[in-house]
């Protein structure tokens, strides 16, 4: 059984930074595209960041510049680190891993950007 958990999430002012990490269990981590989505209320979700297993990134136009995603195949673990957050970043982001046909999901965090 795959399971993806977030964490870092939280409040945070105009113009500040967050670090979201993602930690993966019960599956080979190295073999996986790894992505950072995010749902706003009444919005559909949407990608915001991804990362290939030979670190290839990209991200989605309203972030670049500013966000930054990363993995650590030791640490089974993929990272979006935040900078000069704006209120339209507020949303539930959600960490995802995918190997073909095989893709699953975390929880999700919160992100609130508002002063």
């Known amino acids: 059984q795959v399971q993806l958990v977030e964490s870092g999430g939280g409040l945070v002012q105009p113009g500040g930074s967050l670090r979201l990490s993602c930690a993966a269990s019960?599956?080979?981590?190295?073999?996986?595209?790894m992505g950072w989505y995010r749902q706003a209320p009444g919005k559909p979700r949407e990608l915001v960041a991804a990362i290939t297993t030979r670190d290839t990134t990209n991200y989605a136009d309203s972030v670049k510049g500013r966000f930054t995603i990363s993995r650590d195949n030791a640490k089974n673990t993929v990272y979006l680190q935040m900078n000069s957050l704006k209120p339209e970043d507020t949303a539930v982001y959600y960490c995802?891993?995918?190997?073909?046909?095989?893709?699953?999901w975390g929880q999700g965090t919160q992100v609130t950007v508002s002063s």
């Open positions: 019960g599956t080979i981590f190295n073999f996986y595209t």
């Open positions: 995802n891993a995918n190997w073909g046909r095989k893709d699953y």
